[in-house]
């Protein structure tokens, strides 16, 4: 079943508390993206790396969140400290980049609330 | 800067009828358009996709057509079903500096279909 998995579902939180968020793509696939979706701003892209090397974190407030890929088989995206305004759902994607056109496999999201 | 947009936040339709979902863009670099598909509580899905050399790419019931004049893209679905009702995102594609694909997202339309 070739899925991307991620965890937690659901995390509700207080302000000021770490936040990490798990991602296992799918096997053989070399590129995961984050993203977060939000009403206002849709789906937004926060980072993404390619055979586990971070090629694009723009996205991502950098003083609180961070992105790693410790090996293939998992991502990671970490808030600390977490604020209600990071509220929202996390989405992870997987694609094999020799293949892509765009077309992204996503997992099926970690909703954070922060209060 | 929203390089996608979707400026219709939602759209009701009768079954059996058409549904017309719009994107305009502003990137002219890039060269994929795709649409997403998201139901709640789950991730988005692929639905269909066009290169930015053709004009018209049809997939069963799924029509997206692209205007690159005006960089406009609209999907076209006929005829709407209940099942169609989700969050439809509309996604472009570019090289990014290793030559791989980098997907931008709008903010998404909910459509309806009306039984």
């Known amino acids: 079943d070739a899925r991307v998995t991620q965890t937690p579902r659901h995390k509700v939180t207080e302000m000021g508390q770490e936040v990490t968020m798990r991602c296992q793509p799918i096997l053989g696939h070399n590129t995961v993206f984050w993203y977060r979706q939000t009403m206002m701003q849709g789906l937004e892209l926060l980072a993404y790396?390619?055979?586990?090397?971070?090629?694009?974190d723009s996205g991502m407030p950098k003083d609180r969140f961070s992105a790693e890929m410790p090996d293939a088989t998992l991502a990671t995206l970490k808030i600390q400290p977490s604020e209600p305004r990071d509220s929202a759902v996390y989405f992870c994607?997987?694609?094999?980049?020799?293949?892509?056109?765009?077309?992204?496999?996503f997992g099926e999201g970690s909703r954070l609330t922060v209060l | 800067d929203q390089q996608v947009k979707q400026n219709s936040p939602s759209l009701s339709v009768q079954e059996g009828r058409i549904s017309i979902l719009n994107c305009d863009y502003t990137n002219s670099m890039f060269d994929y358009f795709l649409w997403y598909k998201k139901y709640p509580a789950e991730g988005p899905t692929f639905l269909i996709s066009?290169?930015?050399?053709?004009d018209k790419n049809e997939d069963g019931r799924f029509t997206v057509f692209l205007n690159k004049s005006a960089k406009h893209l609209s999907l076209h679905i006929v005829p709407s079903q209940p099942g169609d009702s989700a969050v439809y995102f509309c996604a472009a594609s570019s090289r990014d500096s290793g030559g791989y694909q980098k997907v931008t997202f709008g903010i998404g339309t909910k459509l309806q279909v009306i039984p």
């Open positions: 066009i290169s930015s050399i053709k």
């Open positions: 790396f390619r055979n586990r090397a971070p090629l694009d």
């Open positions: 994607a997987s694609v094999l980049s020799s293949l892509n056109t765009g077309e992204l496999f």
